[in-house]
């Protein structure tokens, strides 16, 4: 019904987009600003691959109405990078094969973010925690693990 | 960069369905909106987690989404020693789980946190919309059950407080009126010495329970004054609290006797009405396997709470 302008941080930028109450964010970033490495799969928040950090956290596109992020920071793969230069969590995951065909990777890469961010003492277990909202139908879990401990560990010896 | 997509690519899914969207400020421009609007297809709006699905599947007319994130008195843990707990409803799992006041005095509620959904639902649901739902499946309200919890529930016309335990009628149905909204969850103190805990059976991460059981546990050893009480979800149409349970471990006798009685207490809950032809059934577990479900946890939670034995 009634559009609404909205104004949202995505990767540092701002953005004012018109939004309808009937988009999700998952949408906008998507369809209407292009950040296409969000990834649309089901709809109904079972399989995480659409997770976006949103004022720091990781959430689920598809479940947040557009009209609500007014004023938010979203961060999205796209944003990981600094001049080129992939992040810790980018460079753990190409270095310990933490992908096959990619579709989930994005997912995997924010929350592995969220991780070497804010739990720099996560166990093993902690790490699955972090993971078990998001589905790897390749099934390269392992992979993914390993990737995000070896950031961790970068991370603590200071490499950036 | 554009994106060239074909329209029929474009799927009735990706959109939930036109409504009117409104951030009220205040409780009371909040209540104002509803009252105005409770006869048109109005929906509170909270975490946005359930809502969004059910949005997209087209379950119920909608046509104006009322948002509460936008009210920060609603948010917001406060506890104080002697007086209890007060839990704003919008407050989000995660925050639940920052708490320590809830960590150490209302255990049953943070390991229900814990279990609730999975990682990235927590930022983003939150215990108001958990209990408004109504849900026989919910987490939040086994726990809430045995802390013996109230709701404060507020309109135009006024405030009221209901016990947990009469606020649930039905499978997502409840004594919310159709302008009210929740504006408080209030705990009291725990039971001096008292300890609580919440087991929840599920299939996967973002499953609801197949079977929760929540209980709380005071001074276990000492009859006169000994506190022992269950609750459970998803075994009926409402989440359950299993009131015979405390005049059973008032009795004589031996703990583990009086633990079977009590079970025995709550299979007579056990009644799944949403189910595929036997009650007591439904997509998640038969009858039989939702009672073995019964026994065991309330076994293993009491084990855990009485003697310190963690079983899983």
């Known amino acids: 019904m009634k559009?609404?302008?909205?104004?949202?941080?995505?990767?540092?930028?701002?953005?004012?987009?018109?939004?309808?109450?009937?988009?999700?964010?998952?949408?906008?970033?998507?369809?209407?600003?292009?950040?296409?490495?969000?990834?649309?799969?089901?709809?109904?928040?079972?399989?995480?691959?659409?997770t976006v950090l949103m004022n720091g956290f990781p959430v689920k596109s598809c479940q947040v109405l557009a009209v609500e992020t007014d004023d938010a920071d979203i961060v999205t793969v796209e944003g990981l990078s600094k001049n080129g230069?992939?992040?810790?969590?980018?460079?753990?995951?190409?270095?310990?094969?933490?992908?096959?065909?990619?579709?989930?990777?994005?997912?995997?890469?924010?929350?592995?973010?969220?991780?070497?961010?804010?739990?720099?003492?996560?166990?093993?277990?902690?790490?699955?925690?972090v993971l078990n909202g998001i589905v790897c139908r390749c099934t390269g879990y392992k992979q993914i693990i390993d990737a995000i401990k070896l950031a961790l560990q970068w991370k603590k010896e200071g490499k950036s | 960069m554009s994106i060239k997509r074909d329209k029929a690519q474009v799927l009735w899914r990706e959109y939930f369905p036109d409504f009117d969207y409104y951030k009220p400020k205040t409780v009371n421009e909040a209540l104002e909106l509803l009252n105005k609007l409770k006869n048109d297809h109005a929906i509170v709006l909270?975490?946005?987690?359930?809502?969004?699905?059910?949005?997209?599947?087209?379950?119920?007319?909608?046509?104006?989404?009322?948002?509460?994130?936008?009210?920060?008195?609603?948010?917001?843990?406060?506890?104080?020693?002697?007086?209890?707990?007060?839990?704003?409803?919008?407050?989000?799992?995660?925050?639940?789980?920052?708490?320590?006041?809830?960590?150490?005095?209302?255990?049953?509620?943070?390991?229900?946190?814990?279990?609730?959904?999975?990682?990235e639902l927590k930022f983003r649901a939150t215990i108001g919309g958990n209990i408004a739902k109504s849900s026989p499946q919910n987490d939040s309200s086994p726990p809430l059950l045995v802390h013996k919890a109230t709701l404060t529930l507020a309109s135009v016309e006024g405030v009221r407080e209901v016990p947990i335990n009469e606020f649930f009628t039905g499978v997502t149905e409840n004594v919310l009126a159709p302008n009210e909204i929740i504006t408080s969850i209030n705990v009291p103190e725990p039971p001096e010495n008292s300890r609580s805990g919440y087991i929840k059976f599920?299939?996967?991460?973002?499953?609801?329970?197949?079977v929760g059981v929540a209980a709380l546990v005071s001074n276990p050893g000492d009859r006169s004054k000994r506190i022992i009480r269950l609750a459970y979800a998803s075994i009926a149409k409402t989440p359950v609290y299993v009131k015979?349970?405390?005049?059973?471990?008032?009795?004589?006798?031996?703990?583990?006797?009086?633990?079977?009685?009590?079970?025995?207490?709550?299979?007579?809950?056990?009644?799944?009405?949403?189910?595929?032809?036997?009650?007591?059934q439904d997509l998640r577990a038969s009858k039989e396997y939702r009672m073995h479900l019964v026994r065991v946890g309330t076994k293993a939670i009491l084990k855990k709470l009485i003697e310190g034995v963690e079983v899983f």
Not at chain 1, 8 to 33: I, Q, W
Not at chain 2, 255 to 272: P, T
């Open chain 2, 202 to 210: 599920r299939r996967s991460a973002e499953d609801r329970a197949v």
């Open chain 2, 46 to 119: 909270a975490g946005a987690t359930c809502l969004s699905r059910n949005f997209r599947a087209r379950k119920f007319e909608v046509k104006h989404v009322i948002d509460l994130k936008g009210i920060p008195e609603l948010r917001g843990i406060k506890y104080a020693e002697g007086e209890g707990l007060r839990i704003g409803p919008v407050t989000t799992f995660h925050e639940i789980l920052k708490s320590e006041a809830i960590r150490k005095k209302y255990t049953a509620l943070w390991e229900a946190a814990k279990q609730y959904g999975d990682f």
């Open chain 2, 244 to 280: 015979e349970a405390e005049e059973i471990f008032r009795k004589e006798g031996d703990i583990n006797s009086l633990i079977d009685e009590a079970i025995n207490a709550a299979y007579k809950y056990v009644d799944l009405p949403i189910g595929h032809g036997k009650r007591g």
């Open chain 1, 85 to 129: 230069e992939p992040s810790l969590i980018q460079k753990a995951f190409i270095e310990k094969f933490g992908f096959q065909c990619g579709f989930c990777t994005p997912a995997f890469i924010l929350a592995g973010h969220y991780i070497v961010e804010n739990m720099p003492d996560a166990t093993d277990e902690e790490i699955k925690e």
């Open chain 1, 3 to 50: 559009d609404v302008e909205i104004t949202l941080t995505v990767n540092g930028e701002k953005k004012k987009v018109r939004v309808s109450p009937k988009e999700s964010l998952l949408h906008v970033l998507r369809d209407k600003l292009h950040y296409i490495s969000v990834k649309a799969n089901c709809y109904r928040g079972e399989c995480g691959i659409c």
